[in-house]
């Protein structure tokens, strides 16, 4: 199944697919954030907003609206 990074609860991990955003994609590939990368939601601030990711083994924080625009598909 093929859900948005910021619909992910913490712990659960899936596979970067694409983005739907082309003014991100150059940033998020720089950050590591490449189709076919695994990706995990570490964590949620409190308030919601960033989130804390594990991508190409280092730890990341996203906005949400940034989050918003990588499609992942999850691993079950």
């Excluded at 948005?4 to 998020?28: A, C, H, M, T, W």
């Excluded at 990711?53 to 280092?58: C, E, L, P, R, S």
């Amino acid at each position: 199944m093929i859900v948005r990074l910021s619909d992910l609860k913490p712990g659960q991990v899936g596979i970067i697919k694409e983005f739907n955003n082309n003014d991100l994609f150059l940033k998020l590939m720089e950050m590591g954030c490449v189709p076919g990368e695994e990706i995990e939601l570490e964590k949620i601030a409190p308030l919601g907003d960033p989130i804390c990711v594990n991508v190409a083994g280092y730890h990341l924080s996203l906005r949400i609206n940034e989050a918003e625009h990588i499609l992942v598909e999850l691993n079950n």
